[in-house]
């Protein structure tokens, strides 16, 4: 299974930017809806455990996010496409950081990055003030 994020970049503080998430490879029989996808961030030298969950839809396509999103992103899926896009808006300066796409079959948490077998490269979103 492949991750590949895409859409970080560089706006002013209350922009918006789409986060996208190409997951491919599926094993024979399976496609996203098998999996949990995550939006986890992290500071670069930080490890992959101590990422800060974002958002994650659920294999069954339940979603949750992080208590500091507080209604600003929205997370989405096309099942067809093995596509999962992460819209945020309202971002703040406080958002910047590399956000990654992870994923891993019927896992749903945010608390858990560990558990979360695949992993893009990430992307890098940041904010000015």
């Known amino acids: 299974v492949q991750v590949e994020e895409s859409g970080g970049g560089s706006v002013q503080a209350g922009g918006s930017l789409t986060l996208s998430c190409r997951i491919s490879?599926?094993?024979?029989?399976?496609?996203?809806?098998?999996?949990?996808v995550a939006w986890f961030r992290k500071a670069p030298g930080l490890e992959r455990k101590d990422a800060e969950g974002?958002?994650?839809?659920?294999?069954?396509?339940?979603?949750m996010f992080g208590d500091f999103v507080e209604g600003r992103f929205a997370i989405s899926r096309d099942i067809a496409k093995g596509m999962v896009e992460l819209q945020m808006d309202g971002l703040k300066p406080e958002d910047s950081s590399v956000y990654y796409c992870?994923?891993?079959?019927?896992?749903?948490?945010?608390?858990?990055?560990?558990?979360?077998?695949?992993w893009g490269q990430g992307t890098q979103v940041t904010v000015s003030s």
């Open positions: 490879g599926f094993p024979s029989g399976r496609d996203l809806s098998w999996y949990g």
């Open positions: 992870a994923a891993s079959p019927f896992l749903g948490g945010l608390g858990n990055p560990w558990a979360y077998e695949y």
């Open positions: 974002v958002a994650v839809i659920a294999s069954d396509g339940s979603t």
